[in-house]
């Protein structure tokens, strides 16, 4: 027991040391009753009240107490024993855990412990698509509400987990390496470089707001380093994707057609939680991929991510971690924001991108922003983004305004400003003109006045001028008149 137990990871030798367990294995001999003929418990009682106390046990697993009535034929017997057993440890006030195995027609092979005992937890395996899957489900829980669902559990090295278990420890080895998005723009965002390889990316967006579109890029940019891609998708067919996709300018089939690019369409609803996970393991084996697309991880999760589901989510990013590829993972936001998916996957990847549309003036605009990415220096900013027949383009940031612009709104706003300006122009040549006549007319002055002092300086030359004549005109006169005296 000791040695089989340790497989699931339980030290039994070690409880036992520490005097906080205590094992009894009791056997019967077949022949011992049939010669008494009379059987009790009695002897059970005595040792498994040695062995409570030895410990102080709070707990006691009975496993498979159905050994001890083997060969017994007298039923009344058996079931008055049984009852006398269930209510001695409930004297007890120990808590009992008591497997027995399926009977036909009943649950338990003397259809007596299921009546009695206050939990009965029914376990089966049963083979569904070629795989085993194990089943556990809550048949009655006295004074307790519970879950009516099967749900699905697996045994491995970690003991028993209700939802399977992958989790390898955080022992990723963290690369370097940076890797395209397949978006530049966003690689810009993302420190100028885009993502580490071996990372985590999330994308979470509300319906229709380009996640798969932004994820096709994703796996193309891998396909293009010629890396190997593995494309999980839960709403579309590999044929919707490809098609779709063309109608953005990616062609992802010809990765298809090389082998690169594997996509594997799986309803949701086909398996449960386990099978999915069994069938992502076998995918991810046989195609050893370098780029992982989950498209959208929230359709693993039918009870939503707001439920538990958030360690389901840890388990899914941590095998593809696990796997060392770098994984991108898109999520159907709830409601406006994402901020269910958020609560839950959020710590669990390195960068988180969001993805919204902005109502501004009767329309709908996307926008992207990076609420987080380890390691990096990325962008704080929001940034409209297209879905064009050229794929995803990120719009310049505008900075125009004060706030943030999308769509009509920023065309409209830059048409604004367009008008401004040109206002702004015509009026600066207005008064450049009237500037400019004025000096003319200043000009156009200084050149009557400079006329003018000409004219002046003129007349002022012939006055002059004249008066020089006339006096000397005057003078020889008065010569010729002294000159006519004397003669
Ligand atoms: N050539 C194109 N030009 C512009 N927009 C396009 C073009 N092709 C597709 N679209 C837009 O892309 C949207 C779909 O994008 P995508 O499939 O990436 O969104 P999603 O977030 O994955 O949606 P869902 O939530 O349905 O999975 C369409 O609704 C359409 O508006
Ligand atoms: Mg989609």
């Not at 046989?286 to 991929?289: D, L």
């Not at 006096?471 to 005296?485: H, I, N, P, V």
């Given at each position: ?13 070690k ?14 001999d077949?022949s011992?009753?049939a ?34 009535f ?6 009344a017997i058996l ?6 057993l ?81 989790s ?25 470089e885009?993502?580490?390889r ?14 798969t579109?932004?994820?096709a ?44 690019l594997?996509i ?13 996970l ?5 995918i991810?084996e046989?195609?050893?991929?370098q ?12 009870y ?6 958030g ?27 994402s ?21 501004v ?29 050229k ?41 450049e ?8 007319a200043?000009e ?21 001028e004249?008066?020089?004549?006339r ?15 004397d003669?």
């Open positions: 027991m000791n040695a089989n137990v340790a497989s699931l990871g339980f030290d039994l030798q409880l036992q040391r520490a005097k906080k367990l205590a094992i009894d294995f009791v056997y019967i077949k011992e009753i010669e008494t003929g009379e059987y009790d418990l009695e002897g059970l009682f005595v040792r498994l009240n040695r062995a409570i106390d030895g410990v102080g046990a709070k707990r006691i697993l009975l496993d498979t107490p159905d050994a001890l083997a060969g017994l034929s007298n039923t079931r008055s024993e049984l009852r006398r269930f209510s001695w440890l409930k004297q007890k006030g120990v808590t009992t855990v008591i497997t027995g195995e399926r009977g036909a027609g009943t649950l338990t092979r003397h259809g007596l412990e299921e009546y009695v005992s206050d939990c009965v937890i029914l376990m089966d395996h049963r083979v569904q698509d070629g795989a085993v899957t194990r089943r556990l489900r809550v048949l009655k829980y006295r004074g307790s509400t519970h879950g009516t669902n099967e749900y699905p559990f697996l045994i491995d090295r970690k003991g028993i987990s209700i939802l399977p278990v992958t390898i420890g955080l022992s990723h080895v963290a690369s370097v390496e940076r890797v395209s998005s397949g978006i530049p723009a966003l690689d810009k965002m993302l420190g100028g885009g993502i580490y071996g990372s985590s990316v999330l994308l979470t967006g509300t319906a229709g707001t380009g996640k579109s932004m994820a890029h994703f796996s193309d940019a891998a396909c293009r380093r010629g890396e190997r891609c593995l494309y999980f998708a839960f709403e579309e067919s590999p044929d919707q994707i490809i098609r779709n996709m063309n109608s953005i300018g990616i062609d992802l089939n010809r990765w298809v057609r090389r082998k690169l594997r594997e369409s799986i309803r949701p609803s086909a398996f449960g939680l386990e099978m999915h069994v069938r992502m393991h076998s991810v046989q195609h050893r991929p780029a992982v697309v989950i498209d959208p991880v929230t359709s693993l999760f039918p939503g991510l707001a439920r538990d589901a360690s389901l989510v840890l388990r899914v990013v941590d095998f593809i971690k696990g796997t060392s590829a770098t994984a991108f993972f898109t999520a159907l936001g709830i409601g406006s924001d901020q269910e998916t958020a609560i839950s996957i959020s710590s669990l990847v390195d960068t988180w991108v969001l993805l919204r549309t902005v109502e003036s009767g329309e709908r605009n996307r926008v992207l922003y990076i609420l987080k990415s380890r390691g990096m220096a990325h962008s704080n900013q929001v940034r409209e983004f297209l879905l064009t027949d794929g995803v383009r990120l719009r310049e940031v505008y900075l125009g305004s004060g706030a943030v612009l999308t769509g009509s709104a920023r065309v409209a706003r830059e048409a604004e400003d367009r008008r401004d300006e040109v206002r702004r122009r015509q009026e600066d040549s207005r008064r003109t009237a500037v400019k006549a004025s000096l003319a200043v156009a002055r200084i050149a009557v006045l400079r006329a003018k002092q000409k004219t002046n300086e003129r007349e002022l030359a012939e006055i002059a004249e008066s020089a004549l006096r000397r005109a005057l003078s020889s006169d008065r010569e010729d008149l002294r000159r006519s005296r003669g």
